[in-house]
């Protein structure tokens, strides 16, 4: 297993090599169903984290990842997904962690079966990073991974389910190039907020926005965000649909108005930033505590 990621490694932390990969694999990234935030989100996640990074973290991460790119690395639990799913068997299923949005209490199924899901493998990968002792082959794949995992469970739908697969069943009027709520959430959201301006750009001019609010949100744990995420997703991503209710499921083909694709832009904004200023918080707190 490690010297199957020690092979990827190589290639993840050679920027153009990366490009290549993430060209030959385009087709992979567009057509699959869980994938959360997309390209550009995932981007835009890495690179407000690396602007995050204490002095202390950055150097232990050059240390680690010499000449590392988050926003690329960030990528690299998606590209790589079926090859991953081969070595670390059920990794597929660690980008999320979905809590039902209407399940009555006491009644809920389990969101995190085997211990498959993002939580769990956010904890454990954060106590990997930390570690000294363990080779340096591992704690650079928990790095990689974490700037992946932590990103996903701020996508709401990487932390909700409706008896839907997290949004993938509902279909929706084409829209940024989706068809599905999910996929929608995963990227027509982002691309609507982007509007054609350059991710680093949006990130930079983002993070300076809510600079005063960094701190209130650079706290908690994994499990917090995912509340906060499955809450997001009742309140917002399901609730507004038409038609929804939790009795039922949707059928048929649902429009997103104006109305809602203007709240879920609002509510993407922040939980980029609120993702990137997380990861930030994890890598900052595990390198730095490193022993």
């Known amino acids: 297993m490690q010297n199957a990621f020690a092979t990827h490694i190589k290639r993840v932390i050679m920027k153009n090599v990366i490009c290549a990969t993430l060209l030959g694999a385009a087709a992979l990234l567009h057509s699959a169903q869980t994938l959360a935030w997309g390209q550009e989100g995932h981007r ?22 010499p000449d590392a790119d988050f ?37 809920e199924s389990d969101p995190c ?25 591992e704690r650079k794949q ?21 008896h839907d697969r997290g949004g993938n069943e509902v279909r929706i009027a084409a829209l940024a190039g989706t068809h599905n709520l999910h996929a929608y959430w995963d990227s027509g959201v982002v691309r609507g907020l982007l509007g054609g301006q350059d991710e680093h750009d949006w990130a ?15 706290q908690g744990s994994a499990s917090d965000w995912v509340s ?5 997703a009742t309140g917002t991503v399901y609730a507004s649909l038409p038609g929804f209710a939790c009795e039922t ?17 609002t509510l993407a904004s922040q939980q980029l930033v609120k993702a990137g200023a997380r ?6 707190h595990a390198l730095q505590t490193a022993h």
């Open 44 to 65: 835009i996640t890495g690179y407000i984290a690396q602007s995050l990074l204490s002095p202390e973290a950055r150097a232990a991460a050059e240390q680690l990842i």
């Open 204 to 218: 930079k001019q983002a993070v300076a926005t809510n600079q005063a609010r960094l701190a209130e949100w650079q």
């Open 249 to 265: 499921s949707l059928t048929g083909v649902v429009t997103l108005d104006d109305t809602y694709q203007s709240a879920a832009q």
């Open 142 to 162: 928990a790095l990689i991974f974490l700037l992946h995992l932590v990103g996903d469970i701020h996508q709401p739908l990487h932390a909700a389910d409706h």
């Open 113 to 137: 079966p085997n211990g498959d899901c993002a939580t769990v493998k956010i904890d454990h990968y954060t106590k990997v990073l930390a570690d000294t002792t363990l080779p340096a082959a």
């Open 228 to 232: 906060e995420s499955n809450r997001y």
């Open 71 to 107: 926003s690329e690395l960030a990528l690299y639990m998606d590209v790589h997904k079926r090859e991953l799913k081969v070595t670390l068997p059920g990794s597929d299923t660690w980008h999320y962690t979905d809590i039902e949005v209407c399940s009555a209490p006491g009644n």
């Open 279 to 284: 990861i930030a918080y994890v890598l900052n």
